[in-house]
């Protein structure tokens, strides 16, 4: 096994056991025997487990802020001169289908969801990806869809709110717990996209 391949296989099964069982219970041991190596092909990669974990927030932080910087700059079209920019469904399918249902950051946020109770680093980074930026980008779309008269006005922020709190419900229970399976990915598709039909259609817009 070459080197590099070697470290992203430590990271894989170090994630997938980190976000089944937590930070703290699982070992250096374990991911050794999962990946089938010795304990000294681990440190030849990272210094500890500490710093697996680090790697996986850095990683995780470069698709996270990647994403949404494509959706910010949807926004920017949408307002600027002439844009058409983005709908509130075409945004949806990038951050569910990119973000909350991608194998590798539906485990993290998994980790993420574990030891938030436990670390403050991990707290601050739960909200930072799943509540506060996920809102600010919805605050900035509504507004922009209020501006180019899309929908009617309103109170973006709100809007962000309500439109925003039964996406995290149907994240919460299909999707955080458990295996991810496709019948649970079809199943948060389904209420989720009832949900946005019946938002914009009280709303009167897109």
């Not at 309500?162 to 994240?171: G, R, V």
Request: glycine share 8%.
């Amino acid at each position: 096994m070459a080197a590099d391949s070697t470290k992203e296989r430590i990271l894989d099964i170090s994630l997938q056991l980190f976000s089944q069982y937590g930070f703290s219970a699982v070992s250096i041991r374990d991911i050794c025997g999962q990946v089938h190596i010795k304990e000294s092909s681990v440190y030849y990669h990272f210094t500890n487990k500490r710093a697996i974990l680090e790697e996986l927030g850095n990683r995780f932080e470069m698709i996270a802020g990647g994403l949404m910087q494509r959706l910010d700059d949807a926004v920017a079209q949408l307002q600027g001169e002439g844009g058409s920019g983005i709908s509130g469904g075409a945004a949806a399918e990038v951050f569910f289908h990119d973000y909350l249902m991608d194998d590798f950051c539906n485990r993290y946020i998994r980790l993420l969801h574990m030891e938030r109770s436990g670390s403050e680093a991990m707290r601050q980074a739960y909200d930072k990806w799943i509540f506060e930026e996920p809102l600010r980008f919805q605050e900035r779309i509504f507004n922009a869809l209020i501006e180019k008269k899309c929908i009617p006005a309103a109170d973006g922020e709100y809007l962000a709110l309500k439109y925003y709190a039964p996406i995290y419900l149907f994240f919460q229970r299909y999707l955080l717990g458990g295996e991810l399976t496709e019948a649970k990915k079809k199943l948060f598709l389904e209420k989720a996209e009832e949900h946005i039909t019946e938002f914009f259609k009280e709303m009167g817009g897109v």
